[in-house]
Protein backbone atom coordinates (compact mmCIF):
# COMPACT_ATOMS: atom_id res chain seq x y z
CA UNK A 1 0.00 0.00 0.00
CA UNK A 2 0.79 3.51 -0.52
CA UNK A 3 0.14 5.72 2.48
CA UNK A 4 0.53 8.86 3.12
CA UNK A 5 -0.16 11.64 6.07
CA UNK A 6 -1.37 15.12 4.99
CA UNK A 7 -3.98 17.41 6.26
CA UNK A 8 -7.29 18.81 4.56
CA UNK A 9 -9.63 21.50 5.89
CA UNK A 10 -6.91 22.14 8.06
CA UNK A 11 -7.13 18.60 9.82
CA UNK A 12 -4.23 16.21 9.95
CA UNK A 13 -5.16 12.66 7.86
CA UNK A 14 -3.70 9.26 7.14
CA UNK A 15 -4.97 7.61 3.93
CA UNK A 16 -4.21 5.68 1.05
CA UNK A 17 -3.54 6.33 -2.62
CA UNK A 18 -6.46 5.60 -4.64
CA UNK A 19 -5.27 6.29 -8.06
CA UNK A 20 -2.87 8.68 -9.40
CA UNK A 21 -4.71 11.73 -8.34
CA UNK A 22 -6.09 10.91 -5.45
CA UNK A 23 -6.48 10.09 -1.88
CA UNK A 24 -8.22 8.46 1.02
CA UNK A 25 -9.01 9.34 3.94
CA UNK A 26 -9.17 6.82 6.90
CA UNK A 27 -11.68 8.68 9.12
CA UNK A 28 -13.54 9.14 5.42
CA UNK A 29 -13.60 5.42 4.44
CA UNK A 30 -14.51 4.68 8.79
CA UNK A 31 -17.53 7.22 8.21
CA UNK A 32 -18.79 5.35 5.31
CA UNK A 33 -19.03 1.80 6.54
CA UNK A 34 -18.86 1.89 9.89
CA UNK A 35 -15.79 1.74 12.53
CA UNK A 36 -17.44 -0.78 14.13
CA UNK A 37 -16.76 -3.12 11.20
CA UNK A 38 -13.20 -2.41 11.45
CA UNK A 39 -12.65 -2.58 15.72
CA UNK A 40 -8.61 -2.77 14.96
CA UNK A 41 -8.72 0.86 13.27
CA UNK A 42 -10.65 2.13 16.17
CA UNK A 43 -9.28 5.39 17.12
CA UNK A 44 -6.35 5.74 14.74
CA UNK A 45 -5.76 8.93 13.29
CA UNK A 46 -1.86 9.10 12.87
CA UNK A 47 0.70 6.55 11.07
CA UNK A 48 2.42 6.31 14.04
CA UNK A 49 -0.98 4.98 15.65
CA UNK A 50 -1.48 2.73 12.68
CA UNK A 51 2.13 1.32 12.57
CA UNK A 52 1.96 0.66 16.66
CA UNK A 53 -1.35 -1.56 15.75
CA UNK A 54 0.61 -3.78 14.02
CA UNK A 55 -0.52 -6.38 11.76
CA UNK A 56 -4.06 -6.55 13.01
CA UNK A 57 -4.42 -3.08 11.77
CA UNK A 58 -2.35 -3.40 8.67
CA UNK A 59 -4.81 -6.21 7.79
CA UNK A 60 -7.99 -4.30 8.90
CA UNK A 61 -6.63 -1.12 6.42
CA UNK A 62 -6.24 -3.69 3.37
CA UNK A 63 -9.71 -5.20 3.73
CA UNK A 64 -10.87 -1.23 4.41
CA UNK A 65 -8.82 -0.50 1.47
CA UNK A 66 -10.43 -3.25 -0.81
CA UNK A 67 -13.83 -2.53 -0.05
CA UNK A 68 -13.19 1.04 -1.23
CA UNK A 69 -12.14 -0.03 -4.60
CA UNK A 70 -14.94 -2.36 -5.06
CA UNK A 71 -17.52 0.38 -4.41
CA UNK A 72 -19.05 3.18 -6.59
CA UNK A 73 -17.02 5.97 -6.65
CA UNK A 74 -19.65 7.83 -4.69
CA UNK A 75 -19.59 6.03 -2.06
CA UNK A 76 -16.45 7.18 -0.08
CA UNK A 77 -15.36 10.80 -0.22
CA UNK A 78 -11.46 11.01 -1.80
CA UNK A 79 -9.16 14.13 -2.00
CA UNK A 80 -7.10 15.48 -4.49
CA UNK A 81 -3.61 14.56 -3.96
CA UNK A 82 -2.62 18.19 -5.45
CA UNK A 83 -4.72 19.76 -3.44
CA UNK A 84 -3.81 18.74 0.20
CA UNK A 85 -0.66 20.06 2.41
CA UNK A 86 1.62 16.81 2.63
CA UNK A 87 3.11 15.88 5.91
CA UNK A 88 5.96 13.47 6.88
CA UNK A 89 4.82 9.97 6.64
CA UNK A 90 5.42 9.66 10.10
CA UNK A 91 5.39 12.91 11.67
CA UNK A 92 6.45 12.85 14.98
CA UNK A 93 8.63 9.89 14.92
CA UNK A 94 10.57 8.58 18.24
CA UNK A 95 14.17 8.67 16.74
CA UNK A 96 15.36 9.92 13.11
CA UNK A 97 18.48 7.65 12.40
CA UNK A 98 21.06 8.84 9.66
CA UNK A 99 23.58 6.42 8.42
CA UNK A 100 27.28 8.72 7.68
CA UNK A 101 29.15 7.41 4.39
CA UNK A 102 27.16 4.46 3.13
CA UNK A 103 28.10 4.17 0.03
CA UNK A 104 30.83 2.17 -1.54
CA UNK A 105 31.87 5.66 -3.84
CA UNK A 106 32.72 7.34 -0.63
CA UNK A 107 35.46 4.47 0.03
CA UNK A 108 38.15 5.92 -1.71
CA UNK A 109 37.71 9.46 0.40
CA UNK A 110 38.36 7.67 3.73
CA UNK A 111 41.77 8.22 5.51
CA UNK A 112 40.55 6.36 8.59
CA UNK A 113 36.77 4.74 9.15
CA UNK A 114 35.35 2.03 11.50
CA UNK A 115 34.60 -1.60 9.87
CA UNK A 116 30.84 -0.98 10.94
CA UNK A 117 28.04 1.89 10.20
CA UNK A 118 28.01 5.10 11.84
CA UNK A 119 24.77 6.75 12.49
CA UNK A 120 23.82 9.87 14.07
CA UNK A 121 20.09 11.02 15.09
CA UNK A 122 18.66 14.09 13.55
CA UNK A 123 15.99 15.51 15.67
CA UNK A 124 11.79 15.11 14.75
CA UNK A 125 11.55 19.03 13.57
CA UNK A 126 13.98 18.59 11.04
CA UNK A 127 10.97 16.20 8.69
CA UNK A 128 9.42 18.05 6.27
CA UNK A 129 6.10 16.84 4.21
CA UNK A 130 6.48 16.58 0.25
CA UNK A 131 5.82 20.54 -1.58
CA UNK A 132 6.78 21.58 1.60
CA UNK A 133 9.55 24.83 1.32
CA UNK A 134 12.60 24.50 3.22
CA UNK A 135 13.23 27.82 4.55
CA UNK A 136 16.83 28.89 4.93
CA UNK A 137 18.72 31.61 6.90
CA UNK A 138 21.60 33.23 6.10
CA UNK A 139 23.54 32.48 8.58
CA UNK A 140 23.19 28.28 8.29
CA UNK A 141 26.21 29.43 5.60
CA UNK A 142 26.30 26.45 2.64
CA UNK A 143 23.86 23.39 2.63
CA UNK A 144 23.02 20.69 -0.05
CA UNK A 145 20.94 17.77 -0.25
CA UNK A 146 21.47 14.38 0.32
CA UNK A 147 19.00 11.67 -1.54
CA UNK A 148 18.76 8.70 0.32
CA UNK A 149 16.11 5.82 0.98
CA UNK A 150 14.41 6.09 4.31
CA UNK A 151 13.77 2.74 6.28
CA UNK A 152 10.89 3.20 8.84
CA UNK A 153 10.25 0.46 11.46
CA UNK A 154 7.48 -1.63 12.27
CA UNK A 155 7.86 -2.95 16.14
CA UNK A 156 10.06 -2.92 18.46
CA UNK A 157 13.43 -4.33 17.97
CA UNK A 158 16.64 -4.52 20.36
CA UNK A 159 19.69 -7.03 19.22
CA UNK A 160 18.11 -7.94 15.47
CA UNK A 161 19.59 -10.94 13.89
CA UNK A 162 21.33 -9.73 10.52
CA UNK A 163 19.31 -12.98 8.84
CA UNK A 164 15.90 -11.81 10.30
CA UNK A 165 16.13 -7.97 10.41
CA UNK A 166 13.68 -7.42 7.35
CA UNK A 167 11.04 -8.41 10.11
CA UNK A 168 10.96 -5.26 11.29
CA UNK A 169 10.50 -3.44 8.12
CA UNK A 170 6.80 -1.83 7.94
CA UNK A 171 7.87 0.31 4.88
CA UNK A 172 9.85 2.38 3.13
CA UNK A 173 10.21 6.65 2.01
CA UNK A 174 12.42 9.09 0.34
CA UNK A 175 14.37 11.24 2.88
CA UNK A 176 16.10 14.33 1.75
CA UNK A 177 19.19 14.05 4.38
CA UNK A 178 20.09 18.00 4.05
CA UNK A 179 23.46 18.66 5.03
CA UNK A 180 24.74 22.01 6.62
CA UNK A 181 28.82 21.94 5.39
CA UNK A 182 29.25 25.65 6.46
CA UNK A 183 28.00 24.52 10.28
CA UNK A 184 29.68 21.16 10.18
CA UNK A 185 32.70 23.55 9.59
CA UNK A 186 32.36 26.32 12.34
CA UNK A 187 31.37 23.06 15.00
CA UNK A 188 34.25 21.64 14.38
CA UNK A 189 36.66 21.10 17.67
CA UNK A 190 40.16 20.22 17.35
CA UNK A 191 41.63 19.21 21.03
CA UNK A 192 43.32 16.72 23.07
CA UNK A 193 40.70 14.34 24.54
CA UNK A 194 42.39 12.23 27.80
CA UNK A 195 41.71 8.59 28.16
CA UNK A 196 42.68 5.86 30.61
CA UNK A 197 46.22 4.92 29.87
CA UNK A 198 46.18 1.29 28.50
CA UNK A 199 49.11 0.22 30.22
CA UNK A 200 48.21 2.13 33.51
CA UNK A 201 44.25 2.27 34.51
CA UNK A 202 44.78 5.06 36.93
CA UNK A 203 46.78 6.82 34.99
CA UNK A 204 45.50 9.52 31.86
CA UNK A 205 46.81 10.37 28.76
CA UNK A 206 46.37 12.82 26.18
CA UNK A 207 45.02 12.15 22.48
CA UNK A 208 45.03 14.39 19.67
CA UNK A 209 41.07 14.58 18.42
CA UNK A 210 39.16 16.11 15.42
CA UNK A 211 35.09 16.39 16.48
CA UNK A 212 31.90 17.99 14.45
CA UNK A 213 28.86 16.96 16.57
CA UNK A 214 25.85 16.73 13.70
CA UNK A 215 23.04 18.28 15.91
CA UNK A 216 23.11 21.97 13.73
CA UNK A 217 24.37 20.20 10.20
CA UNK A 218 21.89 17.69 10.34
CA UNK A 219 18.93 18.52 12.53
CA UNK A 220 18.26 22.27 11.56
CA UNK A 221 14.62 22.43 11.42
CA UNK A 222 13.45 21.60 7.87
CA UNK A 223 16.89 19.69 7.04
CA UNK A 224 15.08 16.26 6.82
CA UNK A 225 12.28 16.67 3.78
CA UNK A 226 10.27 13.43 4.02
CA UNK A 227 7.50 11.52 1.72
CA UNK A 228 5.14 12.05 0.15
CA UNK A 229 4.34 7.97 0.66
CA UNK A 230 5.26 5.75 3.40
CA UNK A 231 5.64 2.85 0.56
CA UNK A 232 4.96 -0.65 3.05
CA UNK A 233 7.63 -3.65 2.57
CA UNK A 234 5.79 -5.69 0.27
CA UNK A 235 5.96 -3.63 -2.32
CA UNK A 236 9.43 -3.28 -2.26
CA UNK A 237 10.73 -6.61 -2.95
CA UNK A 238 14.52 -5.79 -2.72
CA UNK A 239 15.45 -2.43 -1.03
CA UNK A 240 19.20 -3.18 -2.34
CA UNK A 241 18.05 -2.45 -6.07
CA UNK A 242 16.72 1.33 -6.00
CA UNK A 243 17.25 3.80 -8.36
CA UNK A 244 17.39 7.15 -6.91
CA UNK A 245 18.24 9.97 -8.71
CA UNK A 246 18.44 13.51 -7.12
CA UNK A 247 17.62 17.03 -9.14
CA UNK A 248 18.06 20.43 -8.47
CA UNK A 249 16.36 23.02 -10.55
CA UNK A 250 15.28 19.86 -12.40
CA UNK A 251 18.73 19.42 -13.12
CA UNK A 252 19.92 15.99 -12.40
CA UNK A 253 23.06 16.14 -10.18
CA UNK A 254 23.24 12.60 -8.82
CA UNK A 255 21.92 8.99 -10.40
CA UNK A 256 22.71 6.29 -8.27
CA UNK A 257 21.40 2.76 -6.89
CA UNK A 258 21.04 1.52 -3.47
CA UNK A 259 22.75 -1.45 -4.65
CA UNK A 260 25.73 0.57 -3.42
CA UNK A 261 25.06 0.90 0.00
CA UNK A 262 28.46 -0.16 2.03
CA UNK A 263 26.29 -1.57 4.53
CA UNK A 264 22.83 -2.92 3.37
CA UNK A 265 19.04 -2.53 5.21
CA UNK A 266 19.31 -5.58 7.17
CA UNK A 267 22.90 -5.72 8.46
CA UNK A 268 22.12 -1.22 9.22
CA UNK A 269 19.38 -2.61 11.02
CA UNK A 270 21.23 -5.50 13.20
CA UNK A 271 24.01 -3.27 13.84
CA UNK A 272 22.04 0.12 15.19
CA UNK A 273 19.58 -2.44 16.82
CA UNK A 274 22.81 -3.52 19.20
CA UNK A 275 22.95 0.35 20.99
CA UNK A 276 19.44 1.86 20.13
CA UNK A 277 16.27 -0.29 20.82
CA UNK A 278 14.46 0.40 17.35
CA UNK A 279 10.49 1.52 17.53
CA UNK A 280 7.34 1.42 15.58
CA UNK A 281 7.64 4.72 13.42
CA UNK A 282 11.31 5.34 13.95
CA UNK A 283 12.70 6.03 10.42
CA UNK A 284 16.18 4.83 9.44
CA UNK A 285 18.06 6.99 6.59
CA UNK A 286 20.40 4.35 4.64
CA UNK A 287 22.81 6.92 3.53
CA UNK A 288 23.72 9.56 0.62
CA UNK A 289 23.13 8.13 -3.05
CA UNK A 290 25.36 10.74 -4.67
CA UNK A 291 27.51 9.50 -7.84
CA UNK A 292 27.14 12.32 -9.77
CA UNK A 293 25.39 12.16 -12.94
CA UNK A 294 27.16 11.66 -16.66
CA UNK A 295 27.44 15.30 -18.11
CA UNK A 296 26.02 16.94 -15.27
CA UNK A 297 27.61 20.88 -14.12
CA UNK A 298 27.99 20.38 -10.65
CA UNK A 299 27.59 17.56 -8.29
CA UNK A 300 25.53 17.06 -4.61
CA UNK A 301 28.58 18.52 -3.11
CA UNK A 302 28.53 22.04 -4.79
CA UNK A 303 24.56 22.58 -5.01
CA UNK A 304 24.65 24.89 -2.69
CA UNK A 305 21.15 26.02 -1.76
CA UNK A 306 21.67 29.46 -0.46
CA UNK A 307 22.88 30.38 -3.94
CA UNK A 308 20.88 27.89 -6.40
CA UNK A 309 16.54 28.61 -6.33
CA UNK A 310 15.83 24.70 -6.48
CA UNK A 311 13.58 23.10 -6.26
CA UNK A 312 15.36 20.11 -4.73
CA UNK A 313 13.87 16.84 -5.93
CA UNK A 314 14.55 13.52 -4.67
CA UNK A 315 13.16 10.14 -6.81
CA UNK A 316 13.39 6.74 -6.23
CA UNK A 317 12.05 3.92 -7.80
CA UNK A 318 9.05 2.62 -6.99
CA UNK A 319 8.76 5.45 -3.82
CA UNK A 320 7.85 8.41 -6.18
CA UNK A 321 9.44 11.64 -6.20
CA UNK A 322 9.87 13.80 -2.98
CA UNK A 323 10.03 17.88 -3.74
CA UNK A 324 11.03 20.40 -1.80
CA UNK A 325 10.57 24.30 -3.03
CA UNK A 326 13.65 26.30 -1.16
CA UNK A 327 12.66 29.96 0.70
CA UNK A 328 14.71 32.12 1.70
CA UNK A 329 14.79 34.40 4.72
CA UNK A 330 16.46 38.03 5.62
CA UNK A 331 17.21 37.91 9.08
CA UNK A 332 21.05 37.09 10.22
CA UNK A 333 21.84 35.19 13.73
CA UNK A 334 19.94 37.57 16.28
CA UNK A 335 21.95 38.18 19.72
CA UNK A 336 21.51 34.95 21.80
CA UNK A 337 24.31 35.43 24.80
CA UNK A 338 23.31 37.44 27.70
CA UNK A 339 25.14 41.07 28.66
CA UNK A 340 28.07 40.66 30.23
CA UNK A 341 28.14 40.95 33.57
CA UNK A 342 29.52 44.37 34.55
CA UNK A 343 32.61 44.43 37.29
CA UNK A 344 31.99 44.60 40.86
Known amino acids: MYLASFTTDGVPRIGWRFDANRLVPLDAALASYGSEAWPELAGITD ?5 AGGNAARAALERLAATVAAAHPSRVRTVDAASVRWLPPVVRPGKVLGVAMNNKASDARKISAPNHPMFFLKAATSLLGHGEPLVIRPYYGSLHPEPELGVIIGCRARDLDPHTAMDAVYGYTIVNDVTGNAMRAEDRVHYYALYASPTNPDDLER ?50 STAYYTYSVPEVLAFISRFQTLEPGDIVSMGTAFRPSAGSKRSLHSADMQRLDGPMEVSITGLGALVTPICREDPELPAWRLPARSAD
Not at 47 to 51: F, N, S, T
Open 47 to 51: MAALI
Open 207 to 256: REQHLSYAARYKGTDGFGPCGPWLVTADEVPDPGKLDVVCRVGGEVIAED
